[in-house]
């Protein structure tokens, strides 16, 4: 069962590139989230999704960017990177249930230079 | 996260007991979640409290006081790959999630 693939896996970028992270999940899941976790700080929401063809903004939304064309895909664009974007981002999923257990991709590594 | 206090590392020994204790703000209160992350990897979830009282799953057991605003999360008979870090994790009244920044559990033999 793959659940949620995020790609790629870890990235290298120069500030100023833009740079887009992908999401797809196969658990037919409405809602879809997009966090951020730095050394010493809780998971920081960026954007998230509650239905194919909404988005809103989380936390940290600024210098990002998403949309959700289909239930499926959730990409994540970085417009113009910059070093404080260095991060480890996870995709995530919830099925709705009263419960809303997340289920998170592996996660991007991502190092703005 | 600013409303979720952890401690920040904590040490146990395999096949001990370790409490893992997490405190966040009552207002808004709507539910509290525990979360597993090995390094390098996603957080995995583990449990969820909305009343007062215990929950027990297998070795793991998670305990919730609304009216003090404490949980803790209970490992048995601990073992080397519960060596992670244990993310605690509040629920407010709009469904927002806050997280805390995570408890590495390090377990030695």
């Known amino acids: 069962t793959a659940g949620i693939t995020q790609a790629p896996t870890s990235q290298i970028l120069a500030a100023g590139r833009s740079m887009t992270l992908r999401c797809t999940q196969d658990m037919r899941h409405n809602a879809m989230y997009w966090y951020r976790q730095d050394l010493g700080l809780g998971l920081r929401l960026i954007h998230y999704?509650?239905?194919?063809?909404?988005?809103g903004k989380g936390e940290v939304p600024d210098g990002y960017s998403v949309s959700r064309a289909n239930t499926d895909d959730f990409p994540l664009t970085l417009a113009s990177a910059v070093p404080s974007q260095t991060s480890v981002y996870f995709c995530?999923?919830?099925?709705?249930?009263?419960?809303?257990?997340?289920?998170f991709g592996e996660g991007s590594r991502l190092t703005v230079l | 996260g600013q409303n979720i206090d952890q401690p920040t590392e904590m040490t146990a020994t395999e096949g001990a007991i370790v409490q893992i204790n997490c405190t966040y703000q009552t207002s808004g209160f709507n539910g509290l979640f525990w979360y597993q992350q090995h390094a390098g990897e996603a957080p995995t979830f583990l449990s969820y409290?909305?009343l007062d009282g215990l929950e027990e799953k297998g070795r793991f057991s998670s305990f919730l006081s609304r009216s003090k605003g404490y949980s803790y999360l209970l490992l048995k008979e601990l073992q080397m790959k519960d060596s992670a870090s244990y993310l605690c994790?509040?629920?407010?009244?709009?469904?927002?999630?806050?997280w805390g920044a995570g408890t590495k559990l390090i377990i030695k033999p």
């Open positions: 994790v509040q629920r407010d009244s709009n469904y927002q999630l806050i």
């Open positions: 409290n909305v």
């Open positions: 999704s509650n239905t194919a063809g909404t988005t």
């Open positions: 995530a999923s919830s099925d709705g249930t009263d419960t809303g257990e997340l289920f």
